[in-house]
């Protein structure tokens, strides 16, 4: 069994048990959203934990996916061929803008990937004529509870987003994990620890950060794209630098090195929040006290540290 079959088999399972054990549409509602943010996180596993490379701009792909259903629409396209060409222009750009600021690294590249980010976020803002500036605008999407009562499955609207999002991860993470064991995965990952390393061993390292950089773009767009449907709106917020954090905390809070480990923290910082709310003056508080002790004591992510933990105990007994 391959391990792109095994994650997507993974993630089917919690999509499922998910499904059975939400009583409301609200539950439905949040668990729609850990999918979304799973498809930008898991984007920035090949990014960040098999090239090991920080973006702090991938915010900016995400809007350009989610706005793409607002303004090519309004030109005549409708929003589900909208759509791809959205996720299309994310990766051109990831291309375009890549192929400079990827000869950087370390801060320098997280301070150009922010630099683009901000010029994306200021678009979304200021040219109100394209975006509808600070108030965002609708989104003309499809209601998919239709899609699933045309094959004989009543549900409700967030149900239909909830399945179609879960989906949308497990393939996304299917998909990842056998990029990891392949030959470019396995490039991208020497280039994690040296570049000169990497090089000496015939790693084309420009070509392998450039590709890790446009699949990351392409499924930060594919994300926006797909919560842009979800929500029927969408606002500039989806392009703030704030974004950006959020996507690479989650990553490393979770151990980004591994499609697993992404979803760890996306499930962490999603659902955490929402339960968290019964102590309202103390929820962020919490949030940041959990953040912190996580990064000094596992610095490698919660995954990492749990697995290393039961080979221990495994060697033990």
Partial sequence: ????FRIFAVIAVLVIVGALISPSNYYFRVGTLVWIN?????????LLGYVGLVSL???GFFAIGAYSVVVLPNYGLPPLAAAPVGVAL???VAYVIGRPILKLSGYYLAIATLGFGILVWMVLTKEAWLTGGPDGGPVAGPNPKYLFRAIGIDMTTAEAWYWICGLVAAIGGGLIANLG???TGRAMRALH?????AQSLGVDSARAKSVAFIISALYAATAGVLLS??????TPEVGGFMHSVEMVTMAVLGGASSVIGALVGV????????VLTIFAEYEHMILGAIMVLTMVLMRDGLMPAFLNLFKRLGRKS
Wanted: glycine residues 12%.
């Fill in 1 to 4: 069994m391959s391990a792109g």
């Fill in 38 to 46: 799973a498809v930008s996180v898991i984007g920035m596993v090949v």
């Fill in 57 to 59: 701009g991938h915010a």
């Fill in 90 to 92: 994310a990766g051109l």
């Fill in 181 to 183: 064991q392949s030959p």
């Fill in 193 to 197: 620890d040296s570049d000169v390393a």
């Fill in 229 to 234: 449907f979800a929500n029927g709106y969408i």
């Fill in 267 to 274: 499930f962490l910082l999603t659902v955490l929040p929402q």
